[in-house]
């Protein structure tokens, strides 16, 4: 019912249905890119190095790019940003030709949509929170996080279906159609919210955001950094299941990809049943339910090593998917208080970590799946949910309060950034 009520709030729905279908041909894209790769080459290490090509600039815009990053940090600004994205996407089917020269084109495609992402991904999630008043941060982030869990249920299930009309390539032209469509949303937001300053709606006129360091920030709220810290490690874990799963359910069990699909979805089902919970706000310390939920998804992740038959092995899985979103969300809608230039600057660390750490893990721990299946899951799983309990007691035994949030955050919860 919450969600609910936000969605009768036009530019919320506006953007979240734009976003939607974005985050939907994203995972179409996903999934062609790294089969397009694999059945012209037939070389995984060139799939590896896909993942790592689109990571990179996230990675260099999150370490030494601030000031690049701040700069589009307005919903007109993004608009183009996502108008590049489908220029970019749509001319990939067109340049297409299955030989090296192909491939090191669609490499470079992705390079490219990776730097316009590391631009707009911290930006958006950076303004979302300005959709709305400061008490309702934690509901219209857990409205925005459904969006990729609906995505990556939805984006398997159709891909099938699509490729009976279209090729491989030609999922890049549809990805390419929903930067379109998100573009033509992020320029009606721009203008809306342009009129809506000028004619004294709203406290100032959206402007470009200025670019502050991350460290005085993270000195000021420890915590943060703590939870931003912890992020790192767990992407960097979540690598075990990505890799480790198709090969653990061979070795394990003797099955194949249709019980794959099975564990998948019942991920899915999960998230999607944990994503409303975790919209919900809390009572408590938002470190402590985002530690015990990292440390609940680890035990459940080394657990899946150790279980002997498939019924347990499924009932884990939903339980990773139940409590995943209260990872994501709590953290993101802990940061969405933050006056705005913090949130952005916080925002953007987040994801050059998690960047950094799923990259370093897709590139190290499929060498412990090789070794050992079930060992792979114990040992990952175990770090998570180890460094999920020693951040929390980290937290609560030997760092300071966090500082207040700052002042402007209150205040400038819902004046929106436009062009």
């Not at 809306?192 to 709220?221: N, Q, T």
Request: charged letters at 10%.
């Amino acid at each position: 019912m919450n969600y609910l009520r936000l969605l009768r709030q036009r530019p919320v729905l506006v953007l979240w249905l734009a976003q939607s279908l974005s985050v939907l041909g994203d995972r179409l894209y996903a999934l062609a890119v790294m089969w397009v790769v694999f059945t012209s080459t037939g070389s995984a290490s060139l799939m590896g190095l896909v993942a790592v090509v689109e990571s990179l600039p996230y990675i260099v815009l999150g370490t030494a790019g601030r000031h690049v990053v701040a700069r589009f940090s307005t919903f007109g600004r993004l608009a183009r940003v996502d108008a590049a994205r489908a220029l970019v996407a749509v001319s990939l089917p067109f340049l297409w030709s299955p030989d090296p020269w192909g491939v090191a084109l669609l490499l470079f495609g992705v390079l490219l949509l990776g730097s316009l992402g590391a631009l707009f991904d911290p930006n958006l999630g950076a303004l979302v929170p300005d959709l709305v008043e400061p008490e309702r941060v934690q509901e219209v982030t857990g409205l925005f996080d459904l969006t990729g869990r609906i995505a990556r249920i939805a984006g398997p299930a159709s891909i099938g279906l699509l490729l009976l009309a279209v090729s491989e390539v030609q999922l890049f032209a549809l990805n390419g159609v929903t930067f379109a469509v998100s573009a033509v949303a992020l320029g009606w937001l721009a203008r809306r919210y342009a009129m809506a300053a000028g004619g004294g709606a709203f406290e100032r006129p959206g402007k470009a955001r200025s670019a502050v360091r991350a460290w005085p920030v993270v000195r000021a709220h420890p915590r943060v950094g703590l939870a931003v810290g912890l992020h790192g490690v767990a992407l960097f874990c979540s690598a075990v299941t990505a890799v480790g799963m198709p090969a653990l359910l061979a070795t394990r069990y003797g099955t194949g990809a249709a019980v794959y699909g099975l564990v998948t979805a019942a991920v899915g089902v999960g998230a999607l049943l944990g994503n409303p919970l975790a919209s919900s706000r809390c009572s408590g310390s938002w470190m402590a339910v985002y530690c015990g939920a990292w440390a609940m998804q680890g035990v459940a992740t080394a657990c899946m090593g150790l279980v002997l038959d498939l019924p347990a092995l499924l009932l884990l899985a939903l339980v990773s998917g139940l409590v995943t979103p209260a990872t994501s969300v709590t953290l993101r809608a802990h940061l969405g208080a933050f006056a705005p230039a913090e949130r952005l600057r916080l925002m953007s660390v987040d994801q050059t970590v998690i960047r950094t750490g799923g990259t370093a893990g897709m590139l190290l721990l499929p060498f412990l799946v090789d070794a050992s299946p079930r060992g792979a899951f114990v040992v990952g799983g175990g770090m998570v949910a180890g460094a999920a309990l020693a951040s929390l007691l980290v937290a609560s035994r030997l760092l300071r309060p966090d500082a207040a949030l700052p002042a402007p955050a209150a205040a400038q919860g819902h004046a929106v950034a436009a062009e």
